[in-house]
């Protein structure tokens, strides 16, 4: 079983309508006893990472999701719950993260190219970094494939994590991975056939490799 961590942000439903057409069970969920059960833990997020972390805080699943990390258990943070992974961001201001893969989280404004649009919205493709081919969540994708993405933030300094990367101007961290932890930059459960590879993956052996 799949727990999905519902902290009050997120497109919590979404991704349990992914897992279902994948034939995985899951369950949305705030009650660290039933996260604690789950065989692997998806966490969501959209909107602002300071008033993300801080919901997770005040709900005391901040310490959940370290604690499950810590002992082995497959976490897969998608979209801005990706971002709450690293040490801090400097989204409207300067905020603490999870500090379970190390990296800052910027902004796109100042990176890219002026004429580039921010947030970057819609499909871009993925190009696998050298080396990170056996990351599990790309066990059942190709290089080049493509994924949905909404942010106006991106992870830096967090190259060795860097599992695969989109080009939006320069290249942007898109998957993360750090021994049981990983993350998505890119939404799956809109990601079509893609997405639905990549969330079958985590949800396989493939994810403790």
């Given amino acids: 079983m799949t727990g999905i961590v519902d902290y ?9 309508h992914s897992l279902l057409a994948i034939g995985q069970p ?8 039933e996260l604690r059960k789950a065989d692997r833990v998806i966490l969501p997020g959209v909107g602002a990472f300071g008033d993300a972390m801080q919901k997770l805080c005040a709900s005391g699943l901040d310490a959940v999701v370290r604690e499950l990390a810590a002992v082995g258990r497959p976490l897969l943070g998608v979209c801005l719950g990706m971002q709450l992974l690293f040490d801090k961001s400097y989204e409207y201001g300067d905020h603490a993260g999870l500090g379970l893969i190390h990296g800052e989280v910027m902004p796109m404004e100042g990176t890219i190219a002026p004429e580039l649009k921010i947030p970057q919205m819609g499909w871009n493709a993925l190009r696998f970094a050298p080396g990170q081919e056996t990351c599990p969540l790309l066990s059942g994708i190709r290089d080049g494939d493509y994924v949905y993405f909404v942010h106006s933030y991106y992870a830096a300094e967090c190259g060795p994590a860097v599992a695969a990367y989109t080009d939006y101007g320069v290249p942007m961290p898109a998957v993360v991975w750090q021994d049981n932890v990983m993350g998505c930059q890119f939404h799956p459960e809109k990601s079509g056939q893609t997405g639905l590879a990549i969330l079958k993956a985590f949800c396989g052996e493939g994810a403790l490799a």
Avoid: A, E, I, Y
């Fill in 26 to 33: 899951s369950r949305v969920t705030s009650d660290p006893d």
């Fill in 8 to 16: 009050g942000v997120g497109n919590l439903f979404s991704l349990q």
